[in-house]
């Protein structure tokens, strides 16, 4: 079967460091992303990784062990536009993509 | 704004209407992508296009639902005989062959009353 976890929701503060983890057992594996989406909005493209290792993006870095199965997204310096619903995703065996349930983070001043 | 557009952005309709949306994907990308997103889930894979040519379909897509890409550009997507349980954001993305990045559009909300 096809599953990902990630925590349902997580609270931090202005300023600090936040990691969400992600855990994955998929058929096939092309690539994991992640996505932020504000609600109500579209989830708009934060990172990709298909090779293991730490992809580092200006305040925001995602890093990918395939043989665990297990990726995380590492947000600094927080600000508070920083709350949102971050969704990780596995591009399996096809192109589609395969979400889970996606982790609320509310950042607080 | 990702350069993938959808109409309409919202659309109520009662139980037993047809539906039917549009996806204009980035110009360039020759695949588009259906998703559906209820409140508190991820977005669910609907189908896939490359081209014209339909290549994936979900268990998830009944027999009331139909999607199209007849030049290979604009996709539809039509509901017939909408049910309360089709209420959802469905999303399209876009992406181009090669390239792995699927880049979404703002959503279609529909309420089915």
């Known amino acids: 079967g096809q599953n990902i976890d990630q925590p349902t929701e997580m609270t931090a503060t202005e300023g600090a460091i936040v990691q969400i983890n992600c855990t994955y057992q998929?058929?096939?594996?092309?690539?994991l992303f992640w996505y932020q989406q504000h609600a109500g909005e579209a989830p708009t493209f934060l990172s990709y990784?298909?090779?293991?290792g730490l992809e580092e993006k200006g305040r925001f870095s995602s890093f990918l062990s395939r043989s665990k199965g297990y990726s995380y997204l590492l947000l600094k310096e927080l600000q508070m536009k920083d709350s949102a619903s971050y969704l990780c995703?596995?591009?399996?065996?096809?192109?589609?993509?395969?979400f889970g349930t996606g982790t609320r983070l509310q950042v607080f001043p | 704004d990702t350069g993938v557009s959808q109409d309409p952005r919202h659309k109520i309709t009662k139980r037993g209407q047809n539906v039917t949306f549009r996806c204009d994907p980035i110009?360039?990308?020759?695949?588009l992508y259906w998703y559906r997103q209820t409140l508190g889930q991820g977005p669910e894979f609907l189908t896939y296009?490359?081209?014209?040519?339909?290549?994936?379909k979900s268990r998830l897509l009944s027999d009331r639902f139909s999607a199209e890409r007849p030049k290979g550009s604009f996709s539809t997507l039509e509901i017939q005989r909408t049910e309360q349980g089709d209420s959802a954001m469905y999303l399209c993305?876009?992406?181009?062959?090669?390239?792995?990045?699927?880049?979404f559009g703002p959503g279609t909300r529909l309420l089915v009353l």
């Open positions: 995703a596995v591009q399996g065996g096809t192109d589609k993509l395969i």
């Open positions: 990784n298909v090779l293991d």
């Open positions: 993305a876009s992406s181009l062959l090669g390239a792995e990045t699927q880049y």
């Open positions: 998929t058929s096939g594996f092309n690539g």
């Open positions: 110009s360039e990308h020759n695949r």
């Open positions: 296009f490359q081209n014209e040519a339909q290549l994936e």
